[in-house]
């Protein structure tokens, strides 16, 4: 009967280790792909932003006959407007088409100089966003790992001589092995939530840090 209950126990832990080693591959897995398909994505974007910046410098800097140069600025700064974000968080985004607006009433290079420079804010900061969401995360196997082996030290030593274990040890599907199982099943999806929600706070206060640098860098006015 030891050698049963010891076969379960191992076959319990196997099937759980399994299970969550699983579970983080495939979202690590659909996560690269994710993140793969908006980075390859960005970067046509920022590629085609700055064809469209030299198109508007070379209309800036056509003849001005018979309305020609106007024309060809208010054309070439089209992609560029549908290209940026109206909402008023994007700080950076509403200069840009400020910028556009006055360039397009008067262009000229004076214009052109203040737009280019405010775009070049843009690429960089859309750049290093790029940077620090490519950057390797933890492997699914050594997180998968570092969970079970957490899940199971907090198990034995803050919860095994609990009242929580006296009582799931009194449900019959529950009892023996099965109780930690359930347990660490509990604890695991907690902690997860929590890793979660630390990051995605990391990931917040990182992006205020990266406004807040936008916003000194746009203290200069346009003219």
């Given at each position: 009967m030891e050698i049963i209950k010891i076969i379960g126990i191992v076959l319990g832990s196997s099937v759980f280790a399994a299970l969550v080693t699983a579970f983080f591959t495939r979202r690590s897995h659909e996560e690269t792909i994710?993140?793969?398909?908006?980075?390859?994505?960005?970067?046509?974007?920022?590629e085609k932003i700055k064809e469209t910046m030299v198109s508007l410098n070379e209309a800036v800097n056509s003849p001005q006959l018979n309305g020609e140069r106007?024309?060809?600025?208010?054309?070439?700064?089209?992609?560029?407007?549908?290209?940026?974000?109206?909402?008023?968080?994007?700080?950076?985004?509403?200069?840009?088409?400020?910028?556009?607006?006055?360039?397009?009433?008067?262009p000229n290079y004076e214009r052109f100089c203040i737009l280019e420079e405010r775009v070049s804010i843009l690429l960089k900061h859309d750049w290093e966003r790029a940077k620090s969401e490519a950057r390797t995360p933890m492997p699914s196997l050594t997180l998968?790992?570092?969970?079970?082996?957490?899940?199971?030290?907090?198990?034995y030593f803050f919860i095994?001589?609990?009242?929580?274990?006296?009582?799931?040890?009194?449900?019959?599907?529950?009892?023996?092995?099965?109780?930690?199982?359930?347990?660490?099943l509990a604890?695991?999806?907690?902690?997860?939530?929590?890793?979660?929600?630390?990051?995605?706070?990391?990931?917040?206060?990182?992006?205020?840090?990266?406004?807040?640098?936008?916003?000194?860098?746009?203290q200069r006015p346009s003219r």
């Amino acid at each position: 009967m030891e050698i049963i209950k010891i076969i379960g126990i191992v076959l319990g832990s196997s099937v759980f280790a399994a299970l969550v080693t699983a579970f983080f591959t495939r979202r690590s897995h659909e996560e690269t792909i994710a993140l793969k398909y908006i980075t390859e994505e960005r970067a046509k974007w920022r590629e085609k932003i700055k064809e469209t910046m030299v198109s508007l410098n070379e209309a800036v800097n056509s003849p001005q006959l018979n309305g020609e140069r106007l024309s060809k600025t208010r054309k070439a700064s089209t992609y560029l407007k549908l290209s940026l974000n109206p909402e008023p968080e994007h700080t950076i985004d509403r200069e840009i088409l400020e910028c556009i607006k006055r360039l397009c009433n008067e262009p000229n290079y004076e214009r052109f100089c203040i737009l280019e420079e405010r775009v070049s804010i843009l690429l960089k900061h859309d750049w290093e966003r790029a940077k620090s969401e490519a950057r390797t995360p933890m492997p699914s196997l050594t997180l998968a790992t570092f969970m079970i082996g957490l899940v199971w030290c907090v198990f034995y030593f803050f919860i095994k001589n609990t009242s929580v274990y006296a009582l799931v040890q009194k449900v019959s599907y529950l009892a023996g092995a099965y109780s930690e199982i359930a347990i660490s099943l509990a604890v695991i999806t907690m902690v997860t939530s929590l890793l979660i929600w630390c990051k995605r706070k990391v990931d917040e206060l990182c992006l205020e840090r990266r406004a807040m640098k936008l916003n000194k860098a746009l203290q200069r006015p346009s003219r």
